[in-house]
Structures are given as structure tokens and as C-alpha cells.
């Protein structure tokens, strides 16, 4: 088939038309055919494919997540109840309000026993926090070294909660230390707490 024969073809008597061209016709009318249901069909189906498939990773993901959360739930319970109880027992470390005068004085009396000699022991008003009252304590006191470390261990022994802040050791009239043995000055201010009724707390604003 030629060219020439290309150019008389009309559509008015396909019928008429060469086998072959009758074939490429077809095969055209196909591809077209194929090609247009590939793109109205095929492809918004695999973008959906694609969007199901995203959202079942992530759906995997959050089960994943929660089914390790839920394996976990007992392990958390058993943290929960002995976090309760440990803050329980730090709790029950704060005095009251009509334990804070007999703390006060095993403070000081842990010092005299530790062979201290007290020159300044000033109690400040008490600061309120979120659920306790922090009463600060100035004290200086006159000893030597090992005096203050029986002094700090004892401080750490009482049954109630005491620390001990911004703490400065100098010699007299000195800057320096001095030598062994020489009594030495400790300022430092001691710390108690008291705990506050849930009554008496303000609510948070």
C-alpha cells in the first residue's frame, strides 16, 4: 500500500478500505482507547491504592505504638504506686506546723553534740512553694573541720528533711583555711520544711 492510496481513503467508505490500513485504524482506535481508560481509571485507582496504603502504615504505626503502651500498662501501674509511696514517705519527712519548733531545736542540739559553738542561729520567716513551707535558718557556728562533718552527718540523719546551702568555711581573720586543727568559722544557712495542707494551698491561677 502507497502513500497515494493513503491520501484517496475516506471515511465515508471504511468499508472499502485496504486490510491493512483497516488494521492500523484499529490498532490506533485501541491505543486510544487504552490510553484513555489508563488515565480515567487506572491511575486515580493507584493514587487511592497509594493514599490506602499511607494510611495503613499509619495505622499500623499507632497500633504498634498502643499494643507496646498496652504490654506495658502493668509495668507503669507498678512505677505509679511506688512513686506514690515514695513521695508518701517524703511527705510524711515534712513536719507540721507543731513539729517545726522541736525540729529547730534538734537542729541546734546536732550542732552542740557535734562540739560546735553557736554565734549566730537566726530562723527567717517562712516561704511558701507549691505544696510546702521552706524555712531558712542563718547559722554560723565555730569548730573545726571534722566538728562540722559530725555537724552535716548528723543533719543528715534526723528523720525529717534538712539541708544545707551556700555554706563558707574561713579561718579567723584569715581568707584561707588555716592549718589542721584550728578552729575554723562555718556560715551556712540550714533548711527545713514544713508540709502544707491541701486546704491552705492556693489553687494555681
Keep these: 500500500m502507497q502513500l497515494s492510496e493513503l491520501n484517496e481513503l475516506e471515511l465515508s467508505n471504511i468499508g ?13 482506535l485501541c ?7 489508563y488515565y480515567f481509571m487506572v ?3 493507584l493514587r487511592s491504592l497509594d493514599r490506602v496504603e499511607a494510611e495503613e502504615r499509619k ?23 511506688e512513686m506514690t509511696e515514695s513521695f508518701g514517705t517524703m511527705l510524711r519527712q515534712l513536719p507540721d506546723k507543731t513539729e517545726v519548733a522541736s525540729l529547730l ?36 557556728v565555730t569548730g573545726k573541720y571534722h566538728e562540722f562533718g559530725r555537724f552535716i552527718s548528723g543533719l543528715a540523719a534526723l528523720p525529717r528533711i534538712v539541708t544545707i546551702h551556700d555554706v563558707n568555711i574561713t579561718a579567723p581573720n584569715k581568707g584561707g583555711d588555716g592549718p589542721p586543727g584550728q578552729r575554723l568559722t562555718l556560715a551556712a544557712t540550714v533548711k527545713t520544711y514544713r508540709y502544707l495542707d491541701e486546704n491552705l494551698v492556693e489553687p494555681a491561677k
Excluded at 16 to 28: H, S, Y
Excluded at 130 to 136: N, Q, T
Design 105 to 140: 531545736v534538734d537542729v541546734s542540739q546536732t550542732g552542740l553534740a557535734a562540739g560546735l559553738e553557736f554565734e549566730l542561729f537566726q530562723p527567717a520567716g517562712e516561704q511558701d512553694r507549691d505544696f510546702y513551707a521552706e524555712l531558712p535558718i542563718r547559722v554560723r
Design 59 to 81: 495505622l499500623r504505626t499507632s497500633f504498634e505504638q498502643k499494643q507496646q503502651k498496652a504490654a506495658n500498662l502493668e509495668d507503669y501501674k507498678k512505677q505509679l504506686q
Design 16 to 28: 472499502e478500505w485496504p486490510a491493512l490500513a483497516k488494521g492500523l485504524v484499529i490498532v490506533f
Design 43 to 45: 491511575s486515580e485507582q
Design 31 to 37: 491505543g486510544l482507547i487504552g490510553f484513555a481508560w
